[in-house]
């Protein structure tokens, strides 16, 4: 489960029932499993997201490692521009706010050593 964050003045974009709707439109069926909304999509056995506050999106997602290259190409492509569309941020700008809070954190738990 992966949780990302929402970029400022996004949130309008998917508040209520424009996150199911859009998740309808790239993914086709969606369904509703207590906060979660739920589809599938090519290579992708499940996609589960919720939003929390306005500013977090929660997604937790299962693929098919034996699915066809085409299909799990045009899958990667489909993800990437839900996530784009969900969050306000393309993949370079998620894998920079990845990157800073992945420093951020381990920063946090290291304790200071001195030799």
């Known amino acids: 489960m992966r949780v990302y964050e929402i970029k400022r003045g996004h949130y309008k974009n998917v508040e209520g029932e424009k996150l199911p709707q859009l998740m309808g439109t790239l993914f086709g069926t969606v369904t509703k499993d ?34 066809d290259l085409g299909i799990a190409q045009q899958t990667m492509g489909m993800w990437n521009d839900f996530l784009e ?16 809070a992945a420093k951020k954190d381990s920063g946090e738990d290291v304790p200071d050593v001195k030799a």
């Open 34 to 67: 207590g906060e979660w909304y739920v589809a599938s999509f090519g290579a992708l056995k499940f996609v589960k997201c919720r939003i929390e506050g306005k500013d977090k999106f929660w997604i937790d997602s299962e693929t098919d490692r034996s699915a």
């Open 85 to 100: 569309a969900a969050t306000g941020y393309d993949a370079k700008q998620r894998s920079k706010r990845a990157q800073e």
